[in-house]
């Protein structure tokens, strides 16, 4: 099924959109990544945080490469070493995005409470999906397929629900880093292309689960009439 060039077909707008993406992040990442903030990313990140009443949310180093994210359930936030404890605007530009997810959090941003309740069946979903439509073309069960083609529906809404939050995240950072002073307007040009250029990538990955679910739906809507 996915050696199926009709599929590749479908999906090259996604994967030369991602391409594109992923340069366009390691080029805005590398460049404000040489350019020094007057805070490292944990101390912008707390300053963040503070100064929306948000004195509770811990924030923790992590291990890893882009392993930077908000836990709602644990009320922290964790961000790679590097960016934990590096002074340049690449480091402060992620950190205040993280931080944008806990403030959405303390607001009850409405797409933020919709994406954490879809997690568990999302998470489900992209793992169980694939499972049950390749057992489905094996066994010739068009049932199985379309309970997995179901459930990856469910992918596709998440991501569809991920958007605006990742978007939200970004816009409150650039507010906050400006509004606090941490950012200067000549800084804040490094800081725009790291997160403009990262939220491509989710764009890229919707459009791609986006138009795999358009080609399930079709060819196997084709194969049941």
Avoid: C
């Avoid at 963040?48 to 930077?68: F, K, P, R, Y």
């Avoid at 879809?118 to 057992?135: E, H, M």
């Avoid at 991920?162 to 941490?182: M, W, Y």
């Amino acid at each position: 099924m996915f050696f199926d060039p009709y599929y590749l077909l479908a999906i090259a707008p996604a994967l030369l959109l991602a391409f594109w993406a992923n340069i366009r992040v390691k080029s805005a990442y590398a460049a404000a990544r040489q350019q020094p903030a007057p805070l490292s990313g944990a101390a912008a990140a707390r300053h963040i945080l503070d100064s929306a009443g948000l004195g509770g949310v811990a924030i923790e180093a992590v291990g890893g490469m882009l392993t930077d994210h908000y836990d709602p359930r644990g009320k922290v936030l964790r961000l790679s070493q590097e960016v934990y404890s590096s002074y340049s605007l690449a480091a402060v530009g992620i950190a205040a995005h993280e931080s944008g997810h806990a403030l959405q959090d303390a607001g009850a941003y409405a797409p933020l409470v919709v994406r954490n309740a879809i997690v568990p069946v999302a998470g489900f979903g992209s793992n169980a999906s694939f499972i049950l439509l390749i057992a489905g073309l094996l066994v010739h069960s068009l049932s199985l397929v379309w309970i997995g083609i179901a459930l990856f529906s469910a992918v596709v809404f998440f991501q569809l629900v991920n958007l605006p939050v990742e978007f939200d995240a970004s816009a409150r950072a650039k507010a906050q880093l400006a509004g606090l002073g941490i950012v200067s307007p000549q800084q804040m040009v490094y800081v725009d292309r790291v997160l403009s250029a990262a939220a491509w990538t989710y764009v890229a990955a919707t459009l791609q689960a986006v138009m795999t679910l358009l080609y399930l739906i079709t060819r196997f809507g084709n194969n049941r009439r």
